[in-house]
């Protein structure tokens, strides 16, 4: 409307602008972009075909890496929608989209207060969209049994939490302030897995306050939690200075920031913060134990059932001759290999890999041969072509693809190179152990 930027309410820079009451604003449009078309089944780690929405908006704390209460409000926040639009929101979509089979309320703290989650679930029954499935961005802090109770009432399966480190030197660091509370944290993943209702948790490494020692209490409690089923699935990452949190300034004014292309701001893959006594390897190192830990919890908790499951999946496929593609985490793939190398017994298995699991695969004695790719995602239009030529001159009968999408999807790069090398069978290994040919 050529309005002058700094007249702006909102607009970057302008801070301390007064919040609107978002229970007057519209539901999003979903004409021109339907937010259906993102409901993809296995995305972001959904297990149906759920929409995004939002219950509320706003965290009451103001943790030092965090955008919400630093850069969105500027202050601690929390506003809850009126429970009845948010009902009506929710069957305005399925009546609109009846393949929808979920909601998955992606804000910063979904159960903040007992009376609001207490109504939603009511309102939920009585309207009778209980048949959905939900999952929710929550926090254990405020959680009790009451609120899970009455959450697996109505549908709620997966409840996603922020634990971020089980050291209380870093959660002074980063200011959790009550968030943190290891005794109520154990009571609550003990409540939840008794109640049927699925933890999926959030874990930093390498944040403000953190040591290779205090770091590894959290990677201990990743293995122990996921081992003892308390956590179903999870994400760790690098503690990553968004630019504008106290993070960032500290780190910043420390001289602690020591990548500076945006690129590689990206908590899945990098450091880029250093610190004298634990630097940027040694982080990136134990970002990988974390993720190890993970697969070795998982590996306790779901590895018999799977290589089971494997092992009668196989009798349906001939196999002489294999080659497999490290495309998922390392429990899957210990699973399979337990199954397939009394199936193949003295017949060849190998494996395409990144570099970073190079000395895992190694110390295998159940892999014949590694071939190494160090392109990221496997990627048909960048693949190298002498690789390329290497595993179609093999002559392998069956290729293997370990996808963790319900479906299958998201893979076609990883097909297609398998499918270019001439290997007539493509199996995809899914996390149950289920096997479909492609």
């Known amino acids: 409307k050529g309005k002058a930027i700094a007249t702006i309410p909102g607009f970057d820079g302008n801070r301390n602008t007064k919040l609107v009451d978002f229970n007057k604003l519209p539901w999003p449009e979903d004409n021109d972009v339907s937010r259906y078309k993102y409901a993809l089944q296995g995305e972001p780690n959904c297990e149906y075909r759920e929409i995004q929405a939002y219950a509320s908006r706003g965290c009451v704390y103001r943790c030092n890496f965090c955008a919400a209460a630093n850069l969105y409000y500027n202050k601690p926040n ?233 092992l009668n999946e196989l009798k349906r496929y001939t196999i002489n001759k294999a080659i497999c593609f490290r495309t998922n985490r390392m429990w899957h793939i210990w699973s399979f290999l337990d199954a397939i190398c009394e199936v193949l017994k003295d017949k060849r298995i190998d494996f395409i890999i990144q570099p970073a699991v190079k000395e895992i695969f190694e110390k295998d004695k159940r892999i014949n041969r590694i071939y190494i790719y160090d392109k990221g995602f496997f990627n048909r239009d960048i693949f190298p072509e002498e690789l390329f030529n290497t595993i179609k001159y093999q002559s392998y009968d069956t290729a293997i693809i370990f996808v963790n999408h319900p479906e299958g999807k998201g893979y076609d790069n990883v097909y297609n190179i398998a499918k270019d090398s001439a290997i007539p069978q493509i199996l995809y290994i899914f996390p149950d152990g289920g096997i479909k040919k492609k």
């Open 78 to 310: 929390w506003r809850p929608r009126d429970v009845q639009d948010i009902v009506n929101e929710i069957i305005y979509l399925k009546n609109k989209y009846p393949e929808m089979q979920g909601i998955f309320f992606d804000e910063e703290w979904h159960n903040y207060r007992k009376d609001f989650i207490l109504e939603l679930c009511k309102k939920i029954k009585e309207n009778k969209i209980d048949n959905l499935h939900y999952n929710a961005m929550c926090g254990y802090s405020t959680m009790n049994k009451e609120m899970l109770e009455a959450m697996k009432d109505a549908g709620y399966y997966k409840l996603r939490i922020g634990i971020e480190t089980l050291s209380d030197k870093i959660a002074d660091a980063m200011n959790l302030g009550g968030k943190f509370n290891q005794e109520r944290l154990y009571k609550v993943l003990e409540m939840a897995k008794n109640i049927g209702l699925k933890i999926y948790a959030t874990f930093t490494i390498g944040g403000r306050g953190a040591t290779r020692d205090e770091d590894n209490k959290t990677a201990e409690f990743i293995r122990e939690s996921v081992a003892r089923g308390w956590i179903c699935d999870l994400q760790v990452s690098i503690a990553t200075p968004q630019p504008g949190t106290p993070f960032y300034k500290w780190a910043q004014d420390n001289g602690y920031i020591i990548r500076t292309e945006w690129s590689q701001f990206d908590g899945g893959n990098y450091a880029v913060v250093s610190y004298p006594d634990y630097q940027r390897e040694e982080i990136e190192a134990m970002f990988r134990i974390a993720l190890f830990k993970y697969d070795g919890g998982r590996y306790e908790r779901d590895g018999r059932y799977i290589k089971n499951r494997v």
